[in-house]
């Protein structure tokens, strides 16, 4: 029998009332194995009056009070963190072993949520003037809105939702229809903590929940991760509605390796970035950029761990790389393959007709490599968000940092290099809101901002760290003169105030 996730609002379960739901599939199996409740405006607007009414006391409620909760959650989500991975994999596709790197990567923000006090310590001066002191706090907003992708169905939420109510606000979370479980799992643990009611909501659906979230007068801001064309979206009806708005978007991160790089380590990372979770990672590495004379040496290394690459269901403990997410997005990139070699690339590894023994309706495809790529070919163009990945070449470092500061995109980027001074001067050079060096995915660690560059980001924060707290809070600064008791008032005075 087919399972339904149905929407979570106000501390419990509530059946979507709509009579809409969208097919949720195994993507190893291609078979639909559940189905999702499709939200109505009126019941994101429950949803939404939840959080607006558990507001009132959340909202003034004790940082002892909130980060005891998140301690509890944090304990529970560790405890469960095999089942919330086995949800992942059973409807993202992606393998076991991914599947708890991703929770790991969301408990870290957890982590920072748990020390807010620190984060949320304001500003005091003393004696501004006679008597004066000048304080800085940060307040939260109230109601906030976080709407996420299908390839971290876990972790991105718990970008969001850990640090807006460890600030004192009430979220209601818009998770993708692909993958939707885990959301609803994560709501139940940190019931189970002691959230009170109504502090997270979970409502699924499509654009009638997303436009609704978008335009709700009652959210006051938004947090998104997807495509380039849905964050530009979101940030303008958003804006448009008086809301703050961090929307990150897509990307085409390039790798650039120097010709005095260890090339068997600059091979291993770009196989790694590309294709670990399929290449369904806005941090993937699509483009290797090679530099001088290394190409031939580089690509042949690369095409000899490729094909290594053991494809096959997430459960299966042998897997290193499972199917994506659907069919139609598994032909999407198949079709920048096929099209490759008509655009001037060279098919190294073609990965279009690849298929799983007894799994064959499975939404699989093989690893693809694609060498001296045009940088007006649509693989390079476009991002695929799949393991394809392309391979430019150029004569100089010079030439390889114009090519990479030319694309629209900016989210990640990384140099291989063995010379500091290369390394330092690219990370200065370099257009994008993340440089690794030597490190082909430079996510940061939760206690620094995530975000890019470009048509990467839209809005003025990055997601989690510092900007996070700032994100979901805003600053008041307030001016207090006590009189001394033994003076006698001052009288009227309608000049400046003075500062001496």
Request: glycine fraction near 10%; include cysteine.
């Amino acid at each position: 029998m087919t399972k339904t996730v149905n929407h979570w609002i106000g501390g419990k379960t509530v059946e979507g009332a709509s009579g809409t739901y969208g097919p949720v599939t195994d993507p190893a199996t291609g078979a639909v194995t559940t189905r999702v409740a499709f939200a109505t405006v009126d019941e994101v607007d429950a949803a939404v009056a939840a959080a607006k009414d558990a507001f009132a006391t959340w909202g003034q409620s004790s940082l002892a009070q909130r980060t005891a909760i998140l301690f509890r959650f944090r304990a529970l989500l560790d405890a469960h963190r095999d089942e919330i991975a086995e949800l992942l994999t059973a409807e993202h596709g992606k393998v076991h072993s991914d599947a708890l790197g991703e929770v790991a990567r969301g408990l870290e923000i957890v982590d920072l949520a748990c020390g807010i006090t620190v984060q949320l310590k304001g500003e005091l001066s003393t004696q501004v003037a006679s008597r004066v002191d000048v304080a800085a706090i940060r307040q939260p907003l109230g109601v906030v809105a976080g709407i996420t992708p299908f390839n971290f169905p876990a972790m991105v939420p718990m970008w969001m939702f850990p640090l807006a109510i460890a600030c004192g606000n009430t979220f209601v979370l818009k998770p993708s229809e692909k993958d939707p479980s885990a959301a609803n799992r994560l709501a139940e643990l940190l019931a189970e903590a002691g959230l009170p009611d109504g502090v997270l909501n979970v409502v699924h659906g499509d654009k009638v929940a997303v436009d609704r979230l978008l335009e709700h007068p009652d959210v006051k801001a938004v947090s998104f991760v997807g495509s380039t064309p849905i964050a530009r979206h979101i940030h303008a009806t958003a804006s448009a509605h008086g809301k703050r708005v961090q929307a990150l978007g897509g990307a085409k991160n390039h790798m650039l390796v120097l010709p005095d790089a260890d090339l068997d380590a600059a091979a291993d990372a770009a196989v790694s970035a590309a294709y670990g979770s399929a290449g369904e990672r806005c941090m993937a590495i699509s483009a290797v950029v090679a530099v001088g004379s290394v190409g031939d040496e580089l690509v042949e290394k690369i095409r000899e761990r490729a094909e290594k690459i053991k494809i096959g269901p997430g459960n299966d403990p042998t897997s290193e790389m499972g199917p994506l997410i659907t069919a139609a997005h598994r032909d999407k990139v198949a079709s920048y393959v096929s099209g490759a070699a008509a655009e001037g690339a060279e098919v190294v590894l073609d990965g279009t007709g690849f298929t799983v023994e007894g799994f064959e309706d499975g939404h699989w495809i093989g690893i693809s490599l694609l060498d001296k790529v045009p940088t007006d070919a649509k693989a390079y163009r476009d991002e695929i968000f799949g393991p394809v990945l392309c391979v430019l070449r150029v004569d100089t470092y010079e030439e390889g940092v114009a090519l990479i500061n030319s694309s629209p995109f900016g989210n990640g980027t990384a140099v291989f290099t063995r010379d500091g001074g290369a390394a330092r001067r690219f990370q200065l050079e370099v257009e994008a809101g993340m440089v690794g060096v030597n490190v082909p995915i430079p996510v940061p660690v939760g206690y620094h901002s995530f975000g890019g560059w470009k048509d990467s980001l839209f809005g003025d924060h990055h997601i989690y760290g510092n900007d996070g707290t700032h994100f979901y809070t805003r600053g008041k600064v307030v001016t207090t003169r006590w009189p001394d008791p033994s003076e006698a008032p001052a009288g009227v005075d309608l000049g400046f105030p003075r500062n001496h």
